[in-house]
Antibody
Framework: QVQLQQWGAGLLEPSETLSLTCAVY????????WSWIRQPPGKGLEWIGE???????NYNPSLKSRVTISVDTSKNQFSLKLNSVTAADTAVYYCARETGTKAPFDQGVDVWGQGTTVTVSS | SYELTQPPSVSVSPGQTARITCSGD??????AYWYQQKSGQAPVLVIYEDNKRPSGIPERFSGSSSGTVATLTINGAQVEDEADYYC???????????FGPGTKVTVL
């Protein structure tokens, strides 16, 4: 059964770069899209973007200018970088797997990481 | 950008039926997924591809979709079903995913 384990810095100052990595264990890495999702305190879920094993990416238009998602197939890992963070980027960040019978043009999350709390404060 | 719409809250008594709607212009062409999130926990998939239930999800959870509205139904809601529920889908381009704003379900 596939498991996602994520890690990264939990406390950042404004203008720094958020960096998180997610490792995939126990399942196939290729053939899926891998995504990042976040949830500010007390608010709803927001899709950040996704990547496949070939490095093909899709991003949320509202974050696209600041986001980079990359993949390391040799380690079955994918990473998120979000630059120029502000307090509005404070959130729990989740990595996740996307799948579906009509993937990649129509897919949803079926496996979630444990979440990482990232706080942006001076 | 593409948006999904959900009611902010739904309240039912134990044993009653809770229905949560999700509206979006691309839903006639794209699947809806539904997630349950309890306080302090990661979301859990309860319905995928409009009406399919993952293994381990109780049969009281069901989904449907008609036109621009997808619906999550909890038949015989239980106290343990109290949670936030989010719909999730894809825009018409097929490149961007979006969550609905979430619906808080209260069972009391």
């Amino acid at each position: 059964q596939v498991q996602l384990q994520q890690w990264g810095a939990g406390l950042l100052e404004p203008s720094e770069t958020l960096s998180l990595t997610c490792a995939v264990y126990g399942g196939s890495f290729s053939g899926y899209y891998w995504s990042w999702i976040r949830q500010p305190p007390g608010k709803g879920l927001e899709w950040i973007g996704e990547i496949n094993h070939s490095g093909s990416t899709n991003y949320n238009p509202s974050l696209k200018s600041r986001v980079t998602i990359s993949v390391d197939t040799s380690k079955n890992q994918f990473s998120l970088k979000l630059n120029s963070v502000t307090a509005a980027d404070t959130a729990v960040y989740y990595c996740a797997r996307e799948t579906g019978t009509k993937a990649p043009f129509d897919q949803g999350v079926d496996v979630w990481g444990q979440g990482t709390t990232v706080t942006v404060s001076s | 950008s593409y948006e999904l719409t959900q009611p902010p809250s739904v309240s039912v008594s134990p044993g009653q039926t809770a229905r949560i709607t999700c509206s979006g212009d691309a839903l006639p062409q794209k699947y809806a997924y539904w997630y349950q999130q309890k306080s302090g926990q990661a979301p859990v998939l309860v319905i995928y591809e409009d009406n399919k239930r993952p293994s381990g999800i109780p049969e009281r959870f069901s989904g449907s979709s008609s036109g621009t509205v997808a619906t999550l139904t909890i038949n015989g809601a239980q106290v343990e079903d109290e949670a936030d529920y989010y719909c999730y889908s894809t825009d018409s381009s097929g490149d961007h995913r979006v969550f609905g704003p979430g619906t808080k379900v209260t069972v009391l």
